[in-house]
């Protein structure tokens, strides 16, 4: 029978030492393929990694580096552009303050001003004056005792 | 037999191993923004930042002490042996110096950078440096940044101060790691909002050109200026004397750092005279033809109430009364209004309560009223004039802008705009009340401009403009009673009366060339307005009526 004899024979492939090995080796290889393949990606990235690490790192210490400059540079201008020294370089040009009568106003359509704010008129009086808040007998008696009393006056502001 | 190697798994050993790890490979630290700007309302720069550095040693690193002390000592001026000592310290890290100036640092790294003397083991570290690109310019507005116990920068007085939360806006707390592995970018604190005040540049330098000017000129101990616009409260200008420059407050500490302006009470004198004035106008007790016999001498609850001069003026009416500032009309004024109306009419100018302004340290005044243990019914006729009342200058000013301003006294403020992100926040003006009607601010306004065309403080006048002003001179209290030389001379006044865009207080603090506001403050204001009206484009009036004709 010769399908007896195929069979035999096929099992005695499937059951050889050597074929377990072969599948063993090749089981592990694929593993340390599959290993080494990710191990690789991992050194690719973790060496990206560390690039992209320094170069935050260098980036960082630049950027401080600009923003110091940029405030120095800031400072340093407007040092240069504050009015006493753009006061003292006009002088020293022979420059003077506009004085008020050497200025002449021209209309200019559009030019922003300021709102003119009105202020009521004042109030009109009405009819003779109200009563003096001091009368002429009070102003007398005021007279006389000024001339009587040497009296102590308190020291007094004005104009 | 023997062992060469031994891993410890234990517990305390991996904690130990894994802080030793974490204390290399990076520190936690608190990752600071920069404090932000102040600009003047054109965004002319007033306050800003830049760099100075920390000069330490970390001796573990010196492998030249020689080299450190002696380049160190060339340009630090220490002695080289303290150098020597410092470099051969037990200690990782010694701090030299601190600050160290931008220039000198970037010396000390560019003979780093040469090799020609071995500075390994020298660490410099930045640290945020406040700057003041106009120095001495509105240093009392703006105050001044120092650094407080644990290193980091605070704002003292003016809009420093007030502003500090907004100027130094958030750090946050991060991790800086050294790996480059674990390297992340750094944390982004929230940055200091820059500042746009309502001065303006020009203004504040006119400002203490002519406060240096008065000095010199009427021999004054000192003095301050304010320059207001009575429509929106917005502070144009604001000095005193003497002054100081922020960015050298360390060697040259100032002698009072506060702003006069806002923190020093004074008695004001005559110009008071005028919130006297408006509250017996307002009340209906007197107009402006009122006419008033004035005898030279009035008592008040015991005290004898005299004129400046000594002269009684006879008959004269209430424009007269301020045209000669005239002590005993002001003095019959408040008390026929009584202490009620008089002292009520003063509470809603503001007397005696702080304005709000946004600078630190503003002083209330003070305002002595019936029920107090210190009033006493002389202080009814003294008041009137300005005497045994306290007030900043800044206090005056306000309720004084409120005649300016038609009735309506606005609250005076520095800030005009805070940007922050590319975000922007502007101040909208404040009414901080309506102490008089609008008709009686219009006519004290109006005799107010008559008796400074008639009176003693015509120096003040100003050609092609109205201006509405007030001569004052306040004698100075002293225990027992007031000091009979010394005085301050003051004069306040506003204008176009028509349609006012400035209000100025002018206060000289003992001028030996005179003692009277009339001839030192008053034509100070003068000489200043004349250069005032040009920087603020104010056409003369008649110009300024065909303008707006046209």
């Known amino acids: 029978m010769p399908s007896v004899y195929a069979d035999q024979i096929l099992r005695a492939f499937r059951q050889a030492p050597w074929r377990k090995q072969v599948q063993t080796v090749a089981a592990l290889s694929i593993a340390l393929l599959i290993i080494a393949v990710i191990g690789g990606f991992y050194l690719a990235a973790a060496s990206r990694a560390g690039t992209a690490g320094r170069d935050v790192q260098r980036l960082e210490g630049r950027k401080a580096e600009l923003i110091q400059e940029n405030d120095e540079l800031r400072a340093k201008l407007a040092e240069l552009r504050s009015i006493t020294r753009l006061a003292d370089r006009a002088r020293a040009l022979g420059f003077a303050p506009a004085q008020m009568e050497q200025v002449e106003y021209l209309p200019v359509k559009n030019y922003p001003q300021p709102a003119l704010v009105e202020a009521p008129p004042p109030e009109p009086v009405e009819g003779p004056p109200r009563a003096a808040v001091v009368s002429p007998g009070d102003w007398l008696a005021e007279q006389w005792q000024s001339l009587t009393g040497s009296r102590e006056g308190i020291p007094m502001p004005g104009g | ?550």
């Open chain 2, 1 to 550: 037999m023997f062992q060469l190697l031994r891993i410890d798994f234990s517990r305390d050993n991996r904690k130990y191993l894994n802080g030793l790890s974490q204390t290399i490979s990076q520190v936690q630290r608190e990752f600071a923004p920069a404090r932000g700007r102040i600009f003047d309302r054109d965004g002319e720069l007033l306050a800003t930042n830049d760099v100075q550095y920390e000069l330490g040693i970390s001796p573990p690193n010196v492998v030249t002490p020689k080299d450190v002390a002696t380049t160190l000592s060339d340009l630090l001026d220490k002695s080289v042996t303290d150098l020597v000592l410092a470099t051969q310290s037990d200690r990782p890290y010694v701090l030299v110096q601190r600050p160290v100036s931008a220039e000198l640092g970037e010396l000390i790294k560019a003979k780093r950078a040469e090799g020609a003397v071995d500075l390994d083991g020298v660490d410099l570290t930045p640290i945020p440096h406040r700057v003041y690109p106009g120095g001495q310019l509105a240093s009392q507005v703006l105050g001044f940044v120092a650094y407080n116990q644990d290193g980091r920068q605070v704002g003292y007085f003016g809009v420093e101060g007030f502003y500090n939360d907004l100027l130094a806006g958030h750090s946050v707390k991060g991790i800086e790691r050294f790996v480059p592995f674990d390297v992340q970018p750094d944390p982004t604190p929230d940055q200091g909002a820059d500042l746009y005040l309502t001065l303006d540049r020009d203004v504040q330098y006119l400002v203490e050109v002519t406060m240096a000017d008065a000095i010199n000129r009427y021999g004054a101990a000192g003095g301050s200026i304010i320059v207001i616009n009575p429509q929106n409260g917005e502070i144009l200008g604001m000095s005193s004397w003497p002054t100081y420059d922020p960015n050298n407050y360390v060697q040259s500490p100032p002698g009072d750092p506060e702003n006069p302006v806002v923190s020093g009470q004074y008695e004001p004198g005559s110009t008071f005279k005028v919130l006297t004035m408006a509250a017996a106008l307002d009340s209906g007790m007197v107009t402006p033809q009122t006419p008033f016999m004035d005898a030279g001498l009035v008592e008040v609850g015991g005290a004898f109430i005299r004129n400046w001069s000594g002269a009684a003026y006879g008959p004269v009416d209430m424009v007269g009364c301020l045209q000669h500032s005239l002590n005993v009309c002001l003095a019959s004024l408040s008390t026929q209004m009584g202490p009620t109306t008089f002292y009520n009419y003063l509470s809603t100018f503001g007397v005696g309560h702080p304005t709000g302004v946004d600078l630190a340290a503003e002083a209330a005044g003070r305002l002595k009223v019936p029920g107090d243990p210190d009033w006493f019914e002389s202080d009814l006729g003294t008041n009137a004039f300005g005497q045994g009342v306290a007030l900043t200058p800044l206090q005056l000013a306000t309720a004084v802008s409120a005649i300016a301003n038609g009735g309506t006294m606005m609250q005076p403020h520095i800030l005009l705009r805070v940007e922050n992100r590319k975000r922007s926040f502007t101040t909208q003006p404040q009414v901080l009340g309506r102490p008089i009607k609008p008709e009686t601010a219009a006519t004290l306004t109006e005799m107010l401009v008559q008796s400074l065309e008639r009176g003693e403080g015509s120096g003040a006048l100003v050609p092609g403009y109205r201006i509405a002003g007030k001569t004052g001179t306040a004698q100075i209290p002293i225990p027992g009673g007031y000091d009979e030389n010394k005085t301050i001379a003051s004069f306040i006044g506003w204008g176009p009366v028509d349609a006012p865009q400035f209000l100025v207080l002018i206060n000289l603090d003992q001028p030996s060339s005179s003692i009277w506001g009339s001839e030192t403050a008053a034509p100070l204001f003068g000489d200043m307005v004349k250069r005032l009206v040009v920087l603020l484009e104010i056409p003369p009036d008649d110009a300024r009526r065909a303008l707006a004709g046209q």
